[in-house]
């Protein structure tokens, strides 16, 4: 079967925030379209969209989902994303890739946190937009004051295209503002809607908002505008192909209305994404990096060198990895050699498939502008840009919140860790804000995800489908010990056998050195009191005495020690005497230059709503926190500040509670301070009872 054109397909993406309704959305305009023949729900796990066991049981969307189908001779890429802001890596990608965004909000809620920070995304793409306020049907609902909401968060160019008949438990129907028709509904199969004249109590008001429409879409063309103002009637061929140029660039927002779950208002709906939304063709080329990293353009020509962008992979434990991506340009056919020119390695495309969910159709080829997937490439993944040959070419890499919430790993049993690491190196892949790494100080495997409840998904994933089971626990802070004064000390190691003895026999001075120094040595030995060949084993003896210190046995650092005298015996001399002689006087010496314990402090940077910025200053004062200053980014403020790490291991779900969760932040590695005496002292301890368990 030959490809579409690209401008017979719609790239749409559902985006909003969490519990706002998008897979019950997806899930009717499958239905409706024909697509699907039930009408699943969220609530019994039956939605194509949420397939993954961990989806159905937390009855939230955690990955996107990819359905292709066909609806009045266009090809509709429609692709549910997370709301959870957990996941956010899948909607930012979704967006990459996508052309118009349907931004689902809640008509008794309005304007959420994740629908603003989800629309700032959309807008940074360039992405037409357009509004479903769903769940009209839920007590409270009030389209009015949702639709107040958005132009209060995004402009006066969010307009009503649409307007409900009736309200909460007995709306049933949408007033279609455009050519002035009602559809009223009933029951939830599809084509469940009769046209019917505008019920004489909502008359006046549908003049209103559609007055205030007009207005709007005469405001895109100067033609229109003049036969606007002399009173002309504007067909609706006019006014579409107006709205649509507007949709496109960015200055109109239409809201449309509906309940998802009774199918009411779907076949609008995906009439606006055929009507109101852009193709590729339409939407034009999309910009990339090229060589020198010059910005070029990349159009949807379907004849051109092949040009495809991978924005999601899926690590299946039976069919390797499943990569999804879009067709910038050219055409990709199954059964073909592309190169990975991210990683320079050739890759064999096999079967080509359009996903329903879980259910893959094989395809031939797609064309210019389309999505689909292919499972089984060896080397790429997310982010990996594949092209007919090799030559430098990339997009941006997406702007993702960093990892902030770390928790230390351990194999449930003893010789699963192979298996552990396996599988979070595998999820790793799929999942951008996901680290993973071994913590050099503390010995520890540390995996950290957005939030808690992300990387509790992780843990069950791993189980699930690689059977790989780990327990966590909160990772160790990780403490350093220095110096403050200059000391000296002897080390004398002296043990007779009944064969050949062990003698070393050293005197050391150490003294606090630059901050990122770590170990200086210097060899001041003078007339050979000790052999040349015996200097690096004290040198070595010192490396590991540095490993744990005096004060708590954290590493020791920023130190410079002088090897200046010392002895040795001809026979009982060796390099294992003078590396314990060396460790015996580094430490003696450690015990007189006021050791102390040293704590890492981070630089967080908070953004937050401006009404939530004394709290959160506030609670970072109580962490012995020291605010570094604020300044306004966008719509939020942007609170910079530094603060000893262990104060904040545990920071994400206090944010989360001060600001209602609209607040994010990420934090760096700054330096290291001297832990304060009364707070050491609980340190100290805690690293001596470690020890006497361990024993």
């Known amino acids: ?179 002035m028709k009602a559809f009223v509904y009933e029951g939830a199969d599809r084509g469940n809607f009769n046209e019917a004249e505008i019920p004489e109590e909502l008359r006046a008001q549908a003049e209103e908002y559609r007055e205030k429409l007009m207005d709007e879409v005469a405001e895109n063309s100067d033609e229109l505008m003049e036969r606007y103002l002399d009173g002309e009637e504007i067909d609706h061929d006019e006014i579409v192909t107006v709205l649509k140029q507007g949709v496109t660039e960015g200055t109109i927002f239409p809201v449309t209305c509906g309940v998802a779950t009774k199918n009411l208002g779907t076949n609008r709906l995906l009439d606006a994404l055929v009507e109101d939304v852009p193709s590729p063709a339409m939407r034009g080329a999309v910009g990339a990096v090229g060589a020198d990293g010059e910005e070029i353009e990349i159009e949807p020509d379907e004849s051109g060198d092949l040009v495809a962008y991978v924005f999601k992979t899926v690590a299946d434990p039976y069919t390797g990895r499943i990569n999804l991506l879009r067709v910038d340009r050219g055409t990709l056919k199954s059964d073909s050699q592309v190169v990975n020119v991210t990683r320079s390695e050739k890759e064999r495309i096999g079967q080509l498939v359009s996903p329903l969910g879980k259910e893959l159709t094989n395809v031939d080829e797609l064309g210019a502008g389309d999505i689909g997937a292919v499972a089984k490439l060896k080397e790429t993944r997310a982010g990996d840009v594949l092209c007919s040959k090799q030559q430098q070419i990339s997009f941006p890499p997406l702007d993702l919140p960093a990892p902030v919430m770390a928790f230390a790993y351990v194999a449930k049993s003893k010789g699963d860790e192979e298996k552990a690491a396996q599988a979070v190196r595998r999820l790793s892949e799929e999942d951008p804000t996901l680290d993973v790494h071994r913590d050099q100080q503390t010995g520890e495997q540390i995996i950290a995800g957005l939030t808690q409840a992300h990387v509790e998904v992780i843990v069950d994933r791993m189980k699930r489908r690689f059977g790989a089971e780990i327990s966590l626990k909160p990772p160790r802070v990780p403490y350093q010990e220095t110096i403050r004064r200059a000391a000296k000390a002897h080390g004398r190691y002296k043990k007779q056998t009944g064969g050949r003895g062990q003698f070393g026999d050293c005197h050391l001075e150490i003294a606090p050195a630059e901050d990122g120094t770590g170990l200086e040595f210097v060899n001041a030995i003078k007339g050979g009191v000790i052999p040349g060949s015996f200097i690096p084993a004290v040198e070595k003896g010192v490396k590991e005495a540095m490993e744990h210190g005096t004060v708590a046995g954290y590493p020791v650092k920023d130190v410079s020690v002088r090897l200046y005298d010392g002895s040795h015996h001809s026979v009982d001399s060796s390099e294992m005497a003078f590396k314990i002689a060396g460790s015996m006087a580094f430490k003696q010496a450690m015990q007189e230059a006021g050791a102390v314990l040293l704590e890492p402090i981070v630089q967080m940077t908070i953004s937050c709503p401006e009404d939530v910025v004394g709290d959160v200053i506030g609670d970072l004062n109580s962490r012995r926190g020291r605010p570094l200053g604020m300044e306004p980014k966008g719509a939020a403020t942007e609170v910079k500040a530094e603060v000893p790490m262990a104060e904040v291991l545990d920071y994400a779900p206090d944010l989360r509670s001060i600001s209602g969760g609209r607040a994010d932040y990420t934090m760096e590695f700054e330096r290291y301070e001297e832990v304060p005496s009364h707070l050491a002292e609980k340190v100290i301890s805690a690293a001596r009872d470690a020890e006497e368990v361990k024993a």
């Open 1 to 179: 079967m030959p490809h579409r054109a690209a401008d017979r397909i719609r790239n749409v993406a559902l985006i909003g925030h969490r519990g706002s309704g998008k897979t019950s959305l997806h899930e009717a305009m499958l239905f409706e379209a024909g697509a699907v023949n039930r009408l699943g729900t969220v609530s019994d796990g039956s939605t194509v969209s949420d397939y993954e066991d961990d989806e159905q049981e937390r009855e939230m969307s955690i990955g996107a989902t990819l359905a292709s189908f066909e609806h009045d001779g266009r090809k509709i890429n429609l692709i549910d994303t997370p709301g959870e802001p957990s996941f956010v890596a899948d909607a930012a990608a979704t967006l990459r890739v996508c052309d118009a965004a349907v931004v689902v909000v809640n008509a008794v809620m309005g304007v959420e946190v994740h629908t603003e920070r989800l629309w700032r995304r959309a807008d940074a793409e360039g992405l037409a937009r357009l509004v479903f306020v769903n769940m009209l049907d839920r007590e409270r609902a009030d389209f009015f004051r949702a639709l107040e909401s958005l132009k209060e968060a995004f402009g006066p160019h969010v307009v009503a295209t649409e307007i409900p008949i009736g309200s909460e438990h007995e709306v049933n129907g949408v007033v279609d503002l455009i050519d």
